[in-house]
């Protein structure tokens, strides 16, 4: 069984561009949640999707968004990219029960 | 409250020997606690979870133990390898908020060989 694919692995982008990146869950997943890791902030959540609808959100500012399709793939789109954005981005799939199983992330470098 | 706190940042154990990392969170209505493994440049691997109705698991060389009074709950690793060596991260969640979890700060293991 696949696991979770980010795609792309690395992104580098300049400030003000914005991005998107791509999360395929695990096949028969319909949860995915999105995370953001650096080494001062940890490991923080953004948001969680069910079935084509946010369910949660983290604490983070409305450049971050997100959406679900109906097979279950996430896009993350972060808008106006700050040097503090630069960060590994991690997707998170689940069917139930609340095992979380995770991609191999993103890298994101603004410049 | 959102809150879990893990300790120590980092750990030198020999191999053969027992690594144990400690996580302490606030919120009693947390009702489940996983426990991940990264390695560098991979993400997150769930290792072994664990909720409030029981007070210890154990899967392979890795125990979790868990105490709900004084809301702690912990990571034994017996006869560490070198293999081992890894960040590990405890983590919690609530079931009304779906799938979203609360990690600690994480841990950097080293096993000596």
């Known amino acids: 069984k696949a696991g979770v694919t980010q795609t792309p692995r690395y992104l580098i982008k300049t400030r003000g561009q914005q991005v998107t990146l791509s999360c395929s869950p695990i096949s028969g997943h319909r949860s995915v949640s999105w995370y953001q890791q650096t080494p001062g902030q940890g490991l923080q959540f953004l948001f969680e999707?069910?079935?084509?609808?946010?369910?949660n959100k983290g604490n983070f500012p409305g450049r971050f968004s997100g959406r679900q399709f109906s097979n279950s793939r996430s896009e993350m789109n972060v808008s106006t990219l700050e040097l503090g954005d630069s960060a590994l981005y991690l997707c998170a799939s689940s069917l139930a029960g609340r095992e979380a199983f995770f991609g191999q992330g993103t890298r994101l470098t603004v410049v | 409250q959102q809150q879990v706190k893990q300790s120590p940042q980092s750990l030198i154990v020999q191999k053969g020997g027992i690594s144990i990392i400690n996580c302490a969170y606030e919120?009693?209505?947390?009702?489940?606690f996983p426990w991940y493994q990264q390695f560098p440049g991979k993400g997150p691997a769930l290792l072994i979870a664990i909720r409030p109705d029981v007070s210890e698991k154990k899967e392979g060389r890795f125990t979790i133990s868990f105490n709900k009074s004084a809301k702690q709950f912990s990571l034994h690793i017996m006869d560490s390898q070198p293999g081992d060596s890894a960040t590990y991260f405890c983590?919690?969640?609530?079931?009304?908020?779906?799938?979203?979890?609360?990690f600690g700060a994480g841990t950097i293991l080293r096993v000596k060989s």
């Open positions: 919120n009693t209505a947390f009702d489940y």
């Open positions: 999707y069910f079935s084509e609808t946010q369910r």
């Open positions: 983590a919690a969640s609530r079931e009304e908020y779906g799938n979203k979890l609360v």
